[in-house]
């Protein structure tokens, strides 16, 4: 779409996401639907001194309670069907937050863009429930197409050695791109079911109808929004990376002394939050873009003035 203003876009989602903050919120819980991961530590005394006077090697500590947990998850097997089982719904968890928080971000633009001065976080949740099974459904279902597409060839893959894959290579090629238009259309689509009150697949042909009539404007827009979130999360996520590094590099002496492990984890630990509030900034930013991107591009062309001759 030629007088598509992508500059107005970007600007306009930063300044609703900036002044109604309460976005980030939903923000943060837009990310949960892109993966989710947590991590723990645990305290310990740098040495133990055993009946010879010999220093206990912290790293045969961890050895050790390694074969400890793997013992008892032999002789209680009952462990790894619970762990999977309590995995798995924290995974619909995170993931119906997520699609809660992609809803309110919508609701939340839409409410800005008609004057409202102020969002209250229970007002836009509970506008968003209506929507939330058919959003859900919908990102199920194309999840469900993308999987069903990937997982043969990498198993087939992985059964022949990797001489699967080269069979599979052409298509999987073509899968690539599919995947962007596909995503594309699910940006599109997810807006249409919350502000035109639609079905799934009739949210899915309005979204393809926005996307096929404007190729060119949603290729740059998510150019623009892919490759800029991209280098802002590589940013935001440097503390993370430089508090590992050293420890990658140094792995050989930990059997010496576990401070360096314990120093990095609490590193990452104190900075998670921050890590968190500004994954949920970035995606709130995204969504709200994509949200203007479907209203800008969805409304109506304003009719050309029509010449209606005098009588004489």
Known sequence: MNDFNFGEVLNRAWQIIWKHKILWIFGILASCARGNGGSGGNGGTNYQTTGSDNPSIPGDSVVQG???VGQYIEDNPWVIFAFIFANRLLFIAFYAAGMMGRIGLIKGVYKSENGAQE?????IWSESLPYFWRVFG????????????VIPPVIIGLVTAGLGFLCFLPILCILIPLSWILTIV???AQPAIVLEDLGIMDGLKRGWEIVKANVVAMIVMSLILGIGSAIVGVVIALPIILAVIPLVIGMGSLRESLTPMYIALACCALY???LILFNGIITAYVQSAWALTFMRLSKPKENAPVFVEANA
């Open 186 to 188: 699910t940006e599109q």
């Open 272 to 274: 998670m939050p921050v």
């Open 119 to 123: 969002l209250s976080f229970g007002e």
């Open 138 to 149: 919908m990102n199920f279902l194309l999840g469900l197409v993308v999987a069903l597409l």
């Open 66 to 68: 390694f074969q400890q």
